[in-house]
């Protein structure tokens, strides 16, 4: 049975710092690109960065361009994103999906993670002011 657990989230003050990792079990997840995702109260779910295999190809939003960084853990089959400079605004349940594909076009994959297959439990991310 294919599974990602996402860990890591917390509460931290504004300009804080938080390493979420994103976990998989049933699947190598060096063969797939994985996106993360957040979703805030009461607004829709965003994707917000994604890597390709073999970790040439990394995409950010905007939103969070220039603070988080997304990788792999290779040791432990999964996926981490480094958040710094966090902002309130980053408040959010944070989620992980992967995606196998044959050509890298991280828009395209995280339309097609965000409409496909179950949502895990996510980690809550909390950024007081």
């Known amino acids: 049975q294919v599974q990602l657990v996402e860990s890591g989230g917390g509460l931290v003050h504004s300009g804080g710092s938080l390493n979420l990792s994103c976990a998989a079990s049933g699947l190598t997840l060096d063969h797939y690109a994985v996106g993360w995702f957040r979703q805030a109260p009461g607004k829709e779910r965003e994707g917000i960065s994604c890597i390709s295999r073999g970790d040439s190809e990394t995409y950010y939003a905007d939103s969070v361009k220039g603070r988080f960084t997304i990788g792999r853990d290779h040791e432990r089959n999964g996926v981490f994103l480094q958040m710094t400079g966090l902002k309130p605004e980053d408040t959010a349940v944070y989620y992980c999906?992967?995606?196998?594909?044959?050509?890298?076009?991280?828009?395209?994959?995280?339309?097609?993670?965000?409409?496909?297959?179950?949502w895990g439990q996510g980690t809550q991310v909390t950024v007081s002011s």
């Open positions: 999906k992967d995606r196998y594909y044959t050509h890298f076009n991280p828009v395209q994959l995280i339309d097609s993670m965000a409409t496909s297959g179950p």
